[in-house]
DNA sequence: CCAACGTATGAACAGGTGTTCATACGATAG
DNA sequence: CTATCGTATGAACACCTGTTCATACGTTGG
């Protein structure tokens, strides 16, 4: 009957343009790399190569995923020296992942399955 | 120098199995079609032929996708007659996308840019 | 200025994934 | 019981994306 029109949120109905904006923000943290990265950063700011060894992963492969974190504005880089250094960018995220996390943690209700 | 050892959330240490369970729980709400059917589906319960047609996708494709969904406990599905109603397993999926949506619609610092 | 470190970039490959089509299942109505 | 509706399933295709390799950029130290 109606479109979406739902979502108590700040805005009420969900343009299409924000959808997929979303949809981006959510397929950046659907990666497994992409993912951790942003939580090894979460706490305080990584150089690349701090990021790169807690993360198990290549210099490069590092900065390729937080060149796309950095267009999406999930986190933002600052110059320290020779190196630069990563961080979230708003609150948000880390209430986002933390939300997540309380999902994933909740007890699973083993009567209702996945039904 | 530490692994990840922070997140003020419920448990301080987030295991790499949990963080691979996040992965995925991001990973498809990353899909714009599949973000669509979950918002379709938030003010209440719908059946696999309204969230086709509201979101305009085959009941086919919709159909994969709530199988992936329930799969990941994202939402759940309740039986009525002959039609089959999904809502969102909880309400952390709710806070999830709500936090996601202030972020987006968060004012942009054009003297940042996304540096 | 030149060497070295840290980071960024581009191309190419492999693998995963969303979509479609066709079909099958289950449940209700007559 | 049979027919129909709604939903689910499986295979096949096309596309996207994560990763690697090689290389280039910019900044610091001698």
């Known amino acids: ?30 990666d497994g790399t992409r993912l951790r990265i942003v939580l090894s950063c979460l706490a305080a700011p990584a150089s690349v190569g701090d990021i790169a060894a807690r993360v198990g992963a290549s210099p490069s492969l590092v900065s390729h995923h937080l060149r796309l974190l950095r267009a999406a504005r999930l986190v933002r880089a600052e110059r320290r020296g020779r190196q630069i250094f990563y961080s979230p960018r708003d609150q948000h995220v880390q209430c986002v992942i933390e939300d997540m996390v309380a999902h994933v943690t909740e007890p699973r209700d083993e009567l209702e399955g996945d039904a």
């Open 1 to 30: 009957m109606a479109e979406i029109e739902h979502l108590e949120a700040p805005e009420r109905r969900l343009a299409e343009e924000r959808v997929a904006e979303l949809a981006d923000l959510f397929r950046l943290l659907g």
